[in-house]
């Protein structure tokens, strides 16, 4: 801080010193002219008021400028100093500043006094708003920097990933070539002997590019055939010959949803839910009524198992799974056309028309069992066909035709079975009342003749 404005605060603090002596004598030349002569403390009270106030002014001024001089001195650390510069300003104040309790000592101007303070507070401000700009600025910078940085990362993550796929696409096609290349030396060459000596095929006449090309053409079609088609021509076996007793019907039974549910808690985990009335169904139908198949696009693996613990008791004679299916329209079907046996004699019991699509006219179409535990149709469908069975048709197609018409046969068979019971009730009520009629007559005839 510079000496003169340490001579601006102190003659600016003297001149308040002078104007509150001045008004302390003016209040105590007019309080007597004013008051009664029986006051005589009232001038010196007012004027001990003003010297406070006067005071008290002061004190804040000082308090006030010392923050703005503090501000000021970290703000700009050029304009401040050290403790000698700091010592030499303060010497040099008390030399100008004139005493406070001599009266006409006061000299500065209060205006140049007011605007050297404003001047200095403002510079300190300004020297703030400075600092926080270059800072600002610095921090603006190393933003950028940082900014730029993580700009030149990214860049770089990316051609890393770039890379990175070029050579997977590389790698690839490079086994794909290998691949394509040993599978046409492989399947593409012409079948040998077993001395060794080439077979002529139908591509032997044509040149070595064309001939391994379509040879290898030929096994992807064969393979493509075998995974699509059923694994055998006759799912099934010859029927029986006499001495040995070969049902006259043919059941295909599906296993999921129509014996069995899968079901999944987090105790068990994934099992096999038995329907209800399970063995008493195989029991009914069983030979020598049918001959009982299952068929299921299940893997062997899984289902195998499952109906060696349905069945122990043995009346299930046949089982085909998933290879035994045709994969046909994104779905495994069930070809009857490779049981080997007359399609006139096989019921096909399923739930699902896409499975039986290729034979509609032999399914038997029940409800999908959802693994509720009062569930009853196997009941009803051991009688309904114990009752088809022992009725002896001849063309099994027409019975299914009659109940394809309806949403659920089971429930129209249990209709109709009503229907027969009352009908035989009824035949019976009408037999007995002849019966009793009869009775009557030829007991009214008797006791005539007797009283004859």
């Given at each position: 801080?510079?000496a003169?404005r ?6 600016s603090l003297?001149?308040?010193s ?9 209040a105590?030349?007019?309080a007597?002219?004013?008051?009664d002569s029986?006051s005589?403390?009232?001038p010196?009270?007012t ?11 002061y004190?804040?001024t000082?308090?006030?400028?010392s ?11 050029g ?5 000698s510069?700091?010592e030499?300003?303060a010497a040099t104040?008390d030399?100008?500043?004139p005493?406070?309790k001599?009266p006409?000592s006061f000299t500065?101007q209060p205006a ?7 001047d200095?507070?403002?510079?300190s401000r300004?020297a ?16 950028a920097g940082?900014e ?5 990362e990214?860049r770089?993550?990316q051609?890393?990933?770039?890379r ?6 590389g790698?690839?096609?490079?086994m ?6 040993w599978?046409?030396?492989v399947?593409?060459?012409?079948i040998?002997?077993?001395d060794g ?10 040149s ?22 059923p ?5 099934l076996?010859?029927?029986l010959?006499y001495p040995?007793m070969?049902?006259p019907y043919t059941?295909v039974l ?5 014996l069995?549910h899968p079901?999944w808690?987090?105790?068990?985990g994934w ?7 399970i063995?008493?169904?195989?029991q ?5 009524l049918?001959?009982?198949v299952?068929?299921?696009?299940e893997?062997?693996l899984t289902?195998?198992p499952?109906v060696?613990?349905?069945d ?6 046949y089982r085909?799974f998933?290879d035994?299916?045709?994969?046909t329209?994104?779905?495994?079907v ?6 080997n046996?007359?399609?006139s ?8 028309d896409?499975s039986?699509?290729?034979?509609p006219?032999n399914?038997?179409?029940i409800?999908?069992?959802?693994g509720?535990?009062d569930?009853r149709?196997?009941?009803d469908l ?8 022992t009725?002896?048709v001849?063309d099994?197609?027409e019975?299914m035709?009659?109940?394809r018409?309806?949403d659920?046969?089971l429930e129209?068979?249990r209709?109709n079975?009503r229907r ?9 009520r009408h037999?007995a009342?002849?019966?009793?009629r009869g ?6 005839w ?7």
């Open positions: 801080m510079s003169a340490w001579a601006h605060v102190a003659s003297a001149g308040l002078r104007l509150s002596g001045q008004a302390a004598a003016r105590g030349s007019v007597p002219s004013r008051l029986r005589p403390l009232l010196r009270l004027a001990t008021c003003l010297k406070v106030s006067s005071v008290s002014l004190s804040s000082v308090s006030q400028y923050s703005s001089v503090a501000h000021y001195s970290t703000a700009t650390p304009s401040g100093g050290t403790g510069t700091g030499k300003d104040t030399q100008t500043a005493d406070e001599t006409g500065a140049s006094t007011g605007s050297g303070l404003a200095s507070i403002l510079k300004a703030e708003d400075a600092s926080r700009a270059g800072a600002g600025a610095g921090g603006g910078s190393s933003g940082e730029e940085e993580t700009a030149e990214q770089k993550a051609e890393a990933s770039w990175a796929l070029k050579m997977s696409f790698v690839f096609g490079v794909l070539a290998g691949f394509s290349g599978t046409i030396a399947f593409g060459a012409p040998t002997d077993p000596n080439e077979m002529p095929d139908e591509y032997s006449n044509q070595l590019v064309p001939q391994y090309l379509r040879r290898t053409w030929r096994e992807v079609k064969l393979y493509t055939k075998m995974i699509k088609d694994s055998r021509d006759q799912l076996p010859d029927p010959k040995y070969q049902p059941l599906e296993l999921t949803s129509v069995v079901d808690t987090y105790k068990t099992r096999f839910k038995k329907r209800p009335g063995e008493f169904f195989l009914q139908i069983g030979p020598p049918f001959e009982v299952i068929y299921t696009a893997p062997g289902a195998s499952i060696d613990a349905l122990p008791q043995g009346y299930i004679m085909l998933k035994a299916t045709r994969y329209e994104n779905h495994h069930k070809d009857l056309n490779c049981l046996r007359d399609l004699k096989v019921i096909m019991v399923d739930w699902s896409k039986v699509q290729l034979n006219r399914q038997l179409k409800k999908k069992w959802d509720n535990d569930d149709s196997l009941v051991a009688m309904l066909l114990r009752a088809v069975a009725s002896g001849g099994i197609r019975v035709d009659f109940y018409q309806f659920d046969p129209a068979f209709e079975q027969l019971q009352e009908q035989e009730e009824a035949m019976r037999q009342e002849e019966e009793s009775a009557l007559i030829k007991k009214s008797t006791s005539m003749l007797l009283r004859r």
